[in-house]
């Protein structure tokens, strides 16, 4: 049998994220027509969609072929570009996001287990850390390059063009995902008939309910060290704050990528250093302290702050998932991690709506402060829970 061959995993993910649509769709929405709360709205909307999909996706991911799971919803995120090239109303730019919850949801946990699988097939799954990570890197590589590059495409091609060259992308990337190695431990299990769909969804819910070090992992990762990936929608606007030109659109999102990146690179190092759980928690909350920074000083050149926050929540977030999948004793990890991703959608419509009616009251840079804020506060809440609760679990 062929070893996993990694470098295909980081191709893919990189031409996943080579999109320089990412750059541009809140400004696509703007320029049609909708507000900011609209743009709020429409992300919520996204996150309901992709709790709807997400549990039924994630059982899938367990019982079915992960690596054609990944083609399909390379071609579901395209699909939802060409529907954006044609939007003008609410709800088209509604349905393309529907189309990508479901991609996404396709897509969450059927990753982290195909890659899980794989290494653990060859006898290695103690470098899941380092193979999450730089898979990680080369899609946060390839957001640069789309962004970076978005800013360029943009002087000379209007944005919904854009839209249609990022869709054409995504199903370029459907040849990549078909090369992965295809390795799924729980479907060989339950091929045997041993257990049902519903019995998948239930075995899953009984870990996390069951593991006191899964729900800390689980809840701080939904609550706080996913916090990045929420206010990533809303880059656009902060620029657009600043009354800066487009060019700056792609600057802010490339300084994020960049150090989030950084961040995939250092992770493994990071983990050499950290003797607890409780430790992740001190280090998101010094990631919501760079965040202060920024919203403090309010202006393009306290964007070194912003990327230091989000490279170390990006650290966090790796080395506490690294510690979910080495609790998972049984398989199931797609739907293990399906729950996490319906936590996060819950806390993005949340946070979506708070952003809409907190930036109706306080100017933008008021509403970073309490985000930041929210965040500090709960990484010293879940260090001193930790403490009470004597989670000292290595990561």
Request: with cysteine; aromatic share 14%; hydrophobic share 55%.
């Amino acid at each position: 049998m062929t070893t996993f061959n990694v470098k295909t995993l980081y191709i893919y993910k990189f031409i996943g994220q080579c999109l320089p649509i990412y750059a541009f769709y809140t400004i696509l929405f703007l320029e049609r027509g909708k507000s900011v709360t609209d743009v709020a709205v429409l992300i919520a909307l996204w996150s309901v969609c992709s709790i709807v999909f997400e549990a039924p996706a994630g059982v899938l991911a367990d019982r079915w072929n992960r690596r054609n799971m990944l083609a399909i919803a390379a071609v579901l995120q395209g699909l939802c570009f060409v529907i954006w090239f044609f939007s003008h109303t609410f709800l088209m730019f509604a349905a393309g996001f529907a189309v990508w919850a479901l991609a996404g949801a396709f897509v969450s946990g059927t990753e982290e287990g195909l890659i899980y699988d794989n290494l653990k097939s060859d006898g290695c799954e103690e470098t899941f850390t380092k193979v999450y990570g730089r898979a990680q890197f080369y899609a946060n590589v390839g957001a640069i390059v789309g962004i970076a590059s978005a800013g360029i495409i943009a002087s000379f091609i209007p944005i919904e063009v854009i839209a249609l060259i990022s869709a054409a992308i995504c199903f370029l990337n459907v040849i990549f995902a078909l090369q992965i190695r295809e390795k799924n431990f729980y479907s060989e299990r339950t091929g045997e008939g041993t257990i049902g769909f519903l019995g998948t969804f239930k075995e899953a819910s009984g870990f996390i309910k069951g593991s006191r070090l899964a729900l800390v992992s689980v809840l701080f990762l939904v609550l706080f060290a996913s916090l990045g990936s929420y206010l990533d929608e809303f880059d656009a606007v902060i620029i657009d704050d600043f009354q800066l030109s487009h060019i700056w659109v792609s600057v802010i999102l490339t300084v994020r990528f960049a150090f989030v990146a950084l961040g995939d690179i250092l992770a493994p190092m990071v983990q050499k250093k950290i003797a607890s759980i409780k430790q992740l928690f001190l280090l998101n909350s010094l990631a919501c302290v760079f965040l202060t920074g920024f919203a403090l000083l309010w202006n393009q050149f306290a964007i070194l702050m912003f990327g230091l926050a989000f490279m170390c929540m990006a650290v966090t977030e790796i080395l506490l998932v690294n510690a979910l999948q080495n609790e998972i004793k049984e398989e199931g990890r797609a739907t293990v991690m399906s729950f996490y991703s319906i936590g996060q959608n819950i806390a993005m419509i949340c946070l979506s709506l708070v952003y809409a009616l907190l930036a109706g009251i306080f100017t933008l840079q008021q509403v970073y402060l309490i985000i930041s804020i929210y965040g500090i506060a709960g990484g010293l809440g879940f260090y001193l829970l930790s403490k009470a609760i004597k989670l000292r679990t290595q990561v």
